[in-house]
């Protein structure tokens, strides 16, 4: 699709958005860049990597994935024209193709990538743990965390889910979640830690909060809510059981001064967050202790006096001024003093007497009193005799605090009942303080009246009379009105009566001209977001306000008035501003059960606590209520099931040296102007829990492949060794189900890559059991078997893995789908039973397995077919996203492209084929854009350094603990000044933190320094930090070294503080050691021809010129034949394909393309020509061409290769030897050309895997033999088709092909190398035979058919080759051009600037061939792009007049890069040296080492500079051991 | 000095690209090994000249480990 561009001649924006950083992504960003675009990397976990990153080989070369994708990783990571967005999804695009506008969310990540070092420090103090997702569920992981050890950005980042719902119902916000992980893993001080960052008063809390945090909790969905409150009771008295630590006076900062009335729970916090603000804060308390309702109202079994005092005093000793016994009369009096805002915080103290006959008589008590009157002693145990509190006491009232009263009052030996109006049920006290009422022989009346308290005849109470009560209820203005049962008074006989109705506060002191406005109902009129009162300055919180509330109300409100007097002093707006909210995490049933089925979740109810026996408790005030002990409170603490994942208990915040985490991070939107945009959202392995035949999730040795490949890993949870995971055992018999996902009624495709991978996870299995046999750790005999339907080995080298896997690794090959897998409970072992035709009497077999393996297929994840949606694009049934054939990465919209199995299920190689196809596709469209908005870094210009005393600055780094914490970093630094050369040495708390970078650009221009040495993590990482650094500081970036002294030493050595720093001292040493004989090398520049050389006038070569030409590249096609057009010109039809109708047939997309490349102005197509020599190298190549024998020649920067492939024509099954026999584009030619031809065609036979075929599978064949069948059932449908084949290899949607031709009736006769069919000529005119085992039927037949049409391969074209040798380009056992890295660089040769595309790499599919052809584009326009080359600078340097010519270097190297020069002359004044071009050179160092006269040398990596670091590390004398050797620069200009 | 008290000093070259970004990794998994191992990082084990093996056990190493 050619797009136009808005507005015709506007410029288009030269950014492009890559979404997914798979390997796709990558690919697609690392193109773009090199191109001069600027790239947004959009990825949705916290680090790039993909699908790829989790697995451990890669088919079918064996290499680890990690070692292959690890430098992709890192180029991407650091490319200045990438800008990897972690944690980000696409919400929106506006605009079109050029100029789009994209809105992204990005999550938070929580720290900062700039600041992490990924150092560790927070994940380890982390107390979460939930299911490591990149381990695919089989080891542990904590909320923060790193996605994987070699993740990009190397940093950290935490998981949260949401607000834990425990937490949410907490008025405070306590951490529930988060004390109780730190309770789990017996961090008790932590524990209290978290309590109190939002609670100063947790043994309080912990035995009196109302707990709505255990109402909320998720844990009762399983069985029964977590005891929280019991928890946190517990943490305080492991603390509280250890001697108090002293609380430093907070630090006072801040003028102004704050007056706060009631020293009670509210006004106590509001003092505490004053105070560490740095106000100065005076608490005027009228009773004679602090503590408020805590101290006085609440009795002392319930909450010990020492808890109090302790918690009030941690208060206090922050600097607070508490005045005891001094009430406030008068508010005008607290401004006068020179206070600066006042909080009111007063309680409610005031209990309410019912107006009603007898109130006023002796013994009627108020419980507020009543209560404080006990705490303070007033009833002394066994003061029966007290004039005031009688024998018999009646407590009127049905709350808690009637319940503290009656309870205490059994607690001074009295007879005690209760009466309220309230019936059973609905009195407003708790429960279990109800039934422990009734346990301690309080007699309970509810649902009666008070209506008048009886005289005894001399003034005091001998009763009260009350009634039934029918109904009541409460009118608007919170008047009562009751509905009493006629006739039903009765007289409960008493001589004491405590009301306890209610409470207000005791608002005296507040004179009516104060300017503060008070309720109807008594209570201080507040705003409730600020809790201002109506006069400036003045606050209220608390009871006072509200009425009766529980302690961690006032603890809530007492925050929130101290943040609003924060706000107030410090002349900010009252109102808070609005924050943006996690949402709360409520557990769907369906998850609860999930996580109970997969074995994360058990049941168990609450771990039950101690309580005081009923005959103690009554007697004393003793605390009824015990607590866990350790082990109880760590199994209820590991009940919780974590619902916010991170629980914010900062544990991390308290780690990190780097200050990099910030909890209160939001989420951003953000939008970004992009040209154009690349989708390479992956894929997801199919749910197999939902195949439950196979018990996933039920069964523990059933796995899914993926997690199997993590198993295999050895940076997996098993270190490498295959555990099984119900014991840990080494499974001995492991079966793979095949097509788990794929080709069944859900998924109408096949996968793609399963079979493939199945047979390397069982190569590498064998491969682990031979390598454990060898160290003695266990047997070899390890037997694999898989249960497949056809293997799809289709591409380059897999059939020969695949049969490999067979022959060499034994890996046992069973055709058939299992429908169910039993386990046996005792051994958790595996049995399958499937039809055999080798089996018994009931032809079955049944087997047994260690460990089962479901090969699962690959599907698109739900939030990617938003993502579709998002966009715009069109999407197929399953969520792919729809391409056609002739624009294979062109999505529906213009401007929006796609790669990988997003767009189709497929392996590493096409998914990066098609990541540089994409590329190119938005590089041509934005082509104008180029380096528009690339970034250039700036230096200043550099030192001369050479000639200058050595003066080394070597710089060591503590990495917060993670050196420092295990080895004497100031020890290694004292040690590094004393070596030679070295000017100055320094430790640091984190070198490559940005105060420390500029600290060290500054030291080297005050200090005059010439070589700088970090000694700190990895170069890998942090090298080019450092060396950029010293560039801002005016040196050459080469004279720069590092010691890796953390992950080589202080990680590894943690155990062991002096071997580590002797090591250390080592490694500095050797450093400064090496980097003594550094040397600035400069970064030479080669101009770039921008032409493009295309060999091959097929489609591929076609497609790739109007690639290139369409962004500004001038290209030559050349093509032997004298039409253009290749093997295209031979197609008449394509696959039949859904949703791609009214397309283009071969020859009118040929036409079409034919055309456009003639008309094209930068293409130049030379017909009947062939390339004899080439020469150059990548950017300046000079190619010879002749065509009918003229010679000419070509200046070009870059050559594709796209000679294409031919039908192979052998004389297998009597090809040639009857006109009846043909090959399949043979008979597509016949099925186009004649209809005629094909009446009375009764019955056509065709037979797959022809001659070379046997060898490798041709990919098309089987496809291409459908097709033809399926035209021949549609032109004829009478006529019969057999297919005799091995395997039926349609991958992908390709699948849909084959049943099709299923159901239109074709028959198919499955063969064996081992018994091919025969085809047997007739003697005269009669009919072929065709012979043929048929495997499904176990016997012989016999076809007799009127056609038979041989499915032979693509073999190369002819003269590959010869063109192959000329260009000095590999090419593989088959014939076919070899490729730089089968995974990675699929277009790419070895040799730089040389690609290749279409079937001269292996048999393809159009859609393929055009993809990769775009790709080689890409890669190409990776040079073309360039106006100038830099050379790679630590490249081979020849002394040419140490040369003999001998021609090692030549035939060594890997690249073919040495060339004898006859512009040099070597040892002996001989003309020709060889001659290293330093823009090609790739610096391995192979021929310098080698080159027998050692006239070689690899500058940064010179003899001298390795051997001064082999002399160092023994300590012999460094300056001794000196090759004396002339500067590389001098040498180099003397020669030149 | 017994066989349990000896500890092999011991140089090992490593390739940039596989064995030196392994032994990063060791760290990344704190995996313990003895402080007598020290790493020298090549371009390539290419690089690796027959002469910087020599010149370690002449030096004193009691072993040469090559990983690439």
């Known amino acids: 699709m050619r797009v136009e561009l808005v507005g015709g001649d506007k410029q288009p924006v030269g950014a492009v958005m890559v979404v997914g950083g798979g390997i796709a992504g990558m690919q697609a960003s690392l193109d773009l860049a090199d191109q001069g675009f600027k790239v947004y990397l959009v990825e949705a976990k916290s680090a790039i990597g993909g699908k790829m990153a989790q697995l451990d080989k890669t088919f079918p070369t064996n290499d680890c994935a990690m070692c292959t994708i690890s430098p992709k990783l890192v180029e991407t990571g650091s490319h200045p024209n990438i800008e990897i967005l972690t944690n980000t999804e696409v919400r929106e695009i506006t605009g079109q193709a050029g100029d789009f506008s994209v809105h992204l969310r990005r999550a938070p990540r929580y720290v900062d990538t700039s600041r992490c070092v990924a150092c560790g420090d927070c994940s380890n103090v982390c107390p979460v743990i939930i299911p490591d997702v990149f381990n695919e569920g089989l080891a542990p992981r904590h909320a923060v965390y790193k996605l994987y050890p070699q993740a990009v950005p190397n940093a950290y ?30 961090r008790w001080q932590d524990a209290l830690r978290v309590i109190k960052m939002d609670n100063p008063f947790p043994g309080i809390c912990g035995r009196i909060c109302n707990h709505r945090c255990e109402t909320a909790c998720n844990r009762g969905l399983v069985d029964e809510a977590i ?56 608490v005027f308390e009228a009773m004679p202790v602090p503590g408020g309702m805590l101290r006085l109202g609440v009795p002392e079994y319930r909450l010990p006096t020492e808890i109090i005092e302790r918690e009030v005093q941690d208060i206090i000793d922050l600097g607070v001024d508490l005045r005891l016994n001094h009430r406030i009369n008068n508010m005008d009096e607290v401004f006068e003093q020179g206070f600066d805002a006042v909080l009111v915080a007063v309680g409610a103290h005031e209990g309410v007497r019912l107006p009603i006959p007898g109130a006023g008589l002796d013994g009627v008590l108020v419980n507020t009193h009543f209560l404080r009157d006990v705490r303070l002693g007033k009833y002394s145990d066994g003061a029966q005799g007290d004039a005031e509190l009688g024998h018999n006491v009646l407590v009127l009232g049905g709350g808690n605090v009637a319940i503290d009263c009656a309870r205490s009052a059994v607690r001074l030996g009295r007879e005690v009942q209760m009466a309220c109006l309230e019936g059973w049920g609905q009195m407003p006290a708790h429960e279990w303080e109800i039934q422990a009422a009734q346990a301690e022989g309080i007699a309970l009346h509810p649902g009666f009246t008070f209506e008048r308290i009886l005289d005894d005849g001399n003034g005091r109470v001998a009763g009260v009379e009350c009634q039934r009560v029918a109904s009541f209820s409460f009118d608007e203005r919170g008047r009562l009105h009751v509905e009493k049962v006629p006739d039903s008074t009765l007289v409960i006989p ?121 005959e103690q408790r009554i007697n004393s005030f003793a605390e009824v209520e015990g607590g866990y002990d350790e082990q109880s409170a760590q199994a209820e603490a590991a009940r919780c099931l974590a619902c916010g994942i991170c629980s914010e208990c900062m544990s991390c915040v308290f780690a990190c040296g780097r200050e990099a985490i910030n909890h209160d991070e939001a989420e951003r939107f953000e939008e970004v102007r992009v040209g154009a945009l690349i989708l390479a959202p992956g894929y997801q392995v199919y749910n197999a829990h939902l195949s439950e035949e196979y018990g996933l999730g039920r069964y523990p040795n059933v796995v899914t492949a993926l997690q199997y490949e993590r198993l295999l890993s050895a940076s997996g949870p098993t270190g490498g060794h295959v555990k099984r995971p119900s014991d840990d055992r080494s499974p001995k018999r492991i079966a793979f189900l095949q097509c788990v996902g794929s080709r069944d009624q859900s998924h109408d495709y096949c996968s793609s890559v399963c079979c493939m991978y199945a047979a390397k996870e069982a190569i590498m299995t064998v491969e682990h059991a031979r390598a454990e046999a060898r160290d003695g750790n266990g047997a070899a005999d390890v037997h694999c078997q898989v249960f497949f339907m056809d293997t799809r080995a289709y591409s380059k080298g897999y059939e020969e893995y695949y049969r490999r896997a067979e022959n060499k690794y034994g890996v046992q090959y069973t055709r058939c789908r299992l429908s169910d897998i039993k386990e046996d409970p005792q051994t958790k072992n595996l049995q399958v039973r499937y039809a055999a035709p080798e089996a018994g009497a009931d032809g079955m077999i049944e087997q047994e397995f260690d460990l089962v393996v479901l090969s699962v297929g690959m599907e698109i994840a739900e939030p990617v077919k938003q993502l579709g949606r998002t966009l715009g694009v069109q999407l197929d049934d399953y969520g792919f996203c729809h391409t056609t054939l002739f624009d294979p990465l062109q999505t529906s919209r213009p401007g929006v492209y796609v790669a990988g199995p997003f767009r189709e299920p497929k392996d590493i190689p096409e998914t990066v084929v098609e990541a540089s196809g994409a590329a190119a596709n938005a590089a041509r469209l934005l082509a104008p854009a180029r380096y528009t908005l690339a970034n250039v870094q700036e230096y200043p210009p550099e030192k001369d350094v050479t000639g200058e005393a050595t003066r080394i600055g070597v710089f060591v780094c503590h990495c917060g603990s993670n050196i420092g914490g295990y080895l ?37 221009k005050t200090l005059g320094l010439n070589r700088v040495v970090v000694a700190s993590c990895t170069p890998l990482t942090h090298e080019p930090l450092f060396q950029d650094a010293i560039r801002q500081a005016g040196l050459n970036p080469h004279l720069f070294e590092m010691a890796n002294i953390r992950n080589q030493c202080s990680w590894v050595h943690s155990s062991d503080w002096q071997g580590g720093t002797e090591k250390a001292k080592s490694l500095v040493r050797m450093a400064v050691a090496r980097a003594a004989r550094l040397e600035a090398l400069q970064i030479r520049e080669v101009p770039v021809n921008n032409t493009a050389l295309v060999i091959g006038g097929g489609a591929a070569g076609m497609v790739a010129a109007l690639t290139l030409a369409g962004q500004g590249f001038p290209v030559h096609i050349i093509e032997r034949e004298a039409e253009l057009g290749g093997n295209l010109r031979r197609l008449h039809y394509f696959v039949p394909s859904n949703g791609d109708s009214g397309r283009l047939s071969p020859q009118e997309y040929l036409a079409d393309l034919e055309q456009r490349v003639n008309q094209h102005p930068l293409v130049t197509t030379h017909l009947s020509t062939e390339l004899i020599d080439s020469a150059g190298f ?221 079937m001269a790499h292996y048999p393809k599919f159009l859609d393929e061939t055009i993809a990769q052809a775009q790709a080689a584009a890409s890669r190409a326009a990776s040079i073309l792009s360039q106006e100038m080359m830099l050379a790679n600078a630590r490249v081979a340097h020849v002394d040419a007049l140490k040369c003999v010519g001998c021609l090692t270097c030549v035939r060594l190297c890997p690249y073919d890069v040495p060339r004898i020069s006859l512009d040099f002359t070597g040892v002996g004044n001989i003309l020709g040296a060889a001659y290293i071009e330093p823009a090609i050179c790739h610096g391995c160092g ?18 001298v500079q390795l051997l001064n670091k082999v002399d160092a590390l023994f300590e012999v004398d460094v300056q001794s051991a000196f090759i004396p050797l002339e500067s590389v620069e001098d040498r180099r200009a003397g020669q030149l | 000095m017994t066989s349990e008290t000896f500890q092999p000093n011991i140089v090992a070259f490593c390739c940039h690209y596989c064995a030196y970004a392994a032994a990063d990794l060791a760290g990344s998994m704190r995996l313990e090994y003895p402080t007598s191992l020290k790493v020298i990082e090549l371009p390539c084990t290419g690089k690796l000249d027959v002469v910087y093996v020599l010149r370690a056990f002449e030096d004193g190493a009691d072993g040469v480990m090559v990983a690439g």
Request: aromatic residues 6%; proline residues 6%; charged residues 25%.
């Open chain 1, 968 to 1004: 004497d970093v100031p020890g290694v630094a004292e040690y590094a000044r004393s070596l030679p050369g070295v000017a100055h040495a320094e430790d640091n708390l984190y070198t490559c933190s940005q105060d420390t970078i500029a600290h060290i650009i500054d030291q080297v």
């Open chain 1, 227 to 282: 005891n929280i409150r019991a928890l946190k009771r517990f943490v305080t008295d492991k603390v509280y059981e250890q001697p108090r630590q002293p609380v430093s006076a907070a630090l006072r900062t801040q003028p102004q001064r704050v007056a706060i009335i009631g020293a009670g729970p509210c006004g106590l916090t509001a003092a505490q967050d004053l105070a560490l603000a740095g106000y100065a804060v005076t």
């Open chain 1, 1486 to 1503: 192979s021929c310098a080492s080698e080159c027998p006269a050692q006239a070689i040398q690899l500058l940064h990596y010179t003899d």
């Open chain 1, 157 to 186: 980042a935490i998981e949260k889910r949401g607000i834990a719902p425990c937490r949410d119902a907490c008025p405070a916000g306590q951490r529930a979640q988060g004390y109780i992980a730190l309770i789990r893993e017996g």
């Open chain 1, 1178 to 1398: 990548k950017g300046n190549f000079i190619s010879t061409l002749v065509c009918q024998g003229q010679v000419s020649t070509v200046k070009h920067g870059a050559t594709l290769i796209a000679t294409g492939g031919v039908e192979y024509k052998g004389r297998e099954y009597a090809y040639g030897q009857d006109s009846r026999i043909l090959t399949q584009l043979e008979f597509e030619a016949l099925l186009a050309a004649s209809q005629s031809a094909l009446q009375g065609l009764k019955s056509v036979a065709m037979i797959q895997c022809v001659g070379p075929a046997e060898k490798y599978c041709s990919r098309l064949c089987c496809t291409t033999a459908l097709k033809n069948a399926l035209k021949l059932k549609e032109l004829n449908p009478q006529t019969d088709v057999s297919i005799i084949y091995r395997d039926i290899r349609t991958y992908g949607f390709k699948e849909r092909v084959y049943t099709e031709a299923r159901r239109a009736g074709m028959r198919f006769i499955r063969y064996d190398f081992d018994r091919k069919p025969q085809v047997i000529l007739p003697d005269g005119e009669g009919a072929l035979a065709i012979r043929v085992w048929d495997l499904g039927l176990n016997r012989e037949l016999e076809l007799k058919p009127d056609l038979l049409v041989l499915s032979t391969p693509i073999v190369p074209a002819k003269g590959a080759k010869e063109l192959a040798s000329r260009l000095k380009l590999p090419i593989d056992m088959d014939g076919f051009f070899l490729e730089a890295h089968v995974k990675l660089r699929p277009v790419d040769f070895a040799v730089d600037g040389v690609f290749m595309a279409g």
């Open chain 1, 494 to 614: 008493c001589d004491t009566v405590i009301f306890s109705v209610g409470q207000r506060a005791g608002l005296a002191f507040i004179p009516g001209d104060a300017n503060v406005g008070l309720t109807d109902r008594q209570m201080i009129a507040v705003n409730p977001n600020t809790l201002a009162t109506s006069r400036p300055g003045v606050f209220a919180a608390g009871d006072c306000i509200s009425g009766t509330a529980f302690v961690i109300e006032a603890v809530d409100r007492g925050h929130t008035a101290a943040r609003s007097i924060l706000r107030y002093l410090q002349g900010e707006a009252l109102e808070p501003a609005p924050k943006p909210e996690l949402p709360v995490v409520r557990l769907s049933p369906r998850e609860v059960e999930e996580r109970l089925r997969d074995g994360e979740i058990h049941r168990s109810g609450r771990v039950p606590l101690p309580e005081l026996p009923v």
